[in-house]
């Protein structure tokens, strides 16, 4: 698939690490390092813009070696870019460990997977049908 994409940052396009990979990383544009002090929040500019055929979006997820080595996520993972949005993508990095963290010019701060979705109609009935599930939600087939 083509996606037309503007890149008005100091770096190369997203590109995917390996060739299964379904997220491409997407790179701080900034022009001085910015630091994160814990349960801090800031939203950090990437200089890309994108446009997504209708019936797709971009997922913008959390880096798992950010993740698990600095505490860094993202506040509304996965983040939605829409179809219809022009404009920069920028990133809500959240810091969730106990030291600041710096975020650098160039960084990988997150990656973005395009996916394809569905859009309903919704058909309003007075009842769903019955499923062995049933209403169980969180935790309820318990430990196995």
Known sequence: MQVKII????H???EYATVL???MDLRANIDEP???KP???SLIPTGIYIQLPEGYEAQIRPRSGLAVKHGISIVNSPGTIDADYRGEIRV???NLSSDDFVINDGERI???VIAQHAR?????????NETERGAGGFGHTGKK
């Open 120 to 128: 309903v109609e919704w058909q309003q009935v007075n009842e769903l």
């Open 34 to 36: 910015v630091t994160l």
């Open 7 to 10: 890149n008005k940052s100091k």
């Open 92 to 94: 809500i990095l959240v």
């Open 39 to 41: 349960l801090q929040r």
């Open 110 to 112: 997150c990656q973005m």
């Open 21 to 23: 990979s379904a997220g």
């Open 12 to 14: 190369s396009l997203p």
